[in-house]
């Protein structure tokens, strides 16, 4: 039994749409996580910074997208989307599991909050070498880890998307521009994409901003 706790349009969004890819069964516990008053205090059992997103599986609750992704993939092999111990994917695909969450994540937050440091200050270092590492590893291959696609490129994408496109901090490149435009040929982030908006509408807080009435 997979849970899945979820907010649309949030950083639970890339564990949406890694779910399409595996195309697995999962139950879906909705977390409104612009409620006024925020989260209640029972919601930190599932995740300890009541944040989303998080699943439980067969009763194990894992937190923190990178460790959700690699946990996801590992236990849906049929999907063939992590590649194997000994494959020499392994390494990148790992790298980009955390690297987006521990490096790309602060490193753009830093900078939509007019952050400025030294690059020993905080362990995630300066945002020009983070834009310029993704780019370079957006040049030598097609997808996060490799030549092909891996649970890994959820994660990339989903980061690449939301703060190139809608926060407008990462800057617009070409490699970035066409690995999301390979990624949005994908039928499973089309489905994932329609999924997240059909949700949001959904949401108070989206309805308020958007005047949607929602159904
Ligand atoms: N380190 C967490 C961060 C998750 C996170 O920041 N989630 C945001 C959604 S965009 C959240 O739940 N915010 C609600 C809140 O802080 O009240 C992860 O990578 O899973």
Redesign the pocket.
């Known amino acids: 039994m997979l849970k899945f706790y979820y907010?649309p349009?949030?950083?639970?969004s890339g564990v949406l749409y890694l779910l399409q890819e595996l195309g697995v069964d999962y139950e879906t516990v909705e977390?409104d996580?612009?409620q006024d008053g925020?989260?209640p205090e029972a919601y930190r059992k599932v995740?300890p910074?009541?944040?989303?997103?998080?699943i439980e599986h067969d009763g194990v609750v894992i937190?923190?997208?990178?460790?959700?992704t690699t946990y996801l993939a590992d236990a849906f092999p049929d999907a063939g989307l992590a590649p194997a111990i000994g494959d020499p994917m392994r390494g990148p695909y790992l790298t980009m599991n955390v690297y987006c969450?521990s490096v790309m994540?602060p490193c753009i937050a830093a900078r939509a909050h007019g952050l400025t440091y030294q690059s020993n200050d905080y362990s995630f270092g300066l945002f020009d070498d983070m834009v310029n590492y993704l780019e370079r590893c957006l040049t030598e291959r097609d997808y996060a880890a490799g030549n092909r696609f891996t649970a890994a490129d959820t994660q990339l994408a989903s980061a690449i998307g939301y703060t190139m496109d809608m926060m407008k901090i990462l800057p617009e490149r070409p490699v970035f521009r066409a690995y999301m435009d390979r990624i949005a040929a994908r039928p499973a982030h089309q489905r994932s994409q329609q999924m997240d908006s059909a949700a949001a509408m959904k949401v108070p807080f989206f309805q308020k901003q958007f005047g949607a009435k929602g159904e």
């Open positions: 907010a349009w949030s950083r639970a977390i996580i612009r925020g989260l995740q910074n009541k944040k989303v997103p998080a937190t923190e997208r990178g460790a959700i969450d994540d």
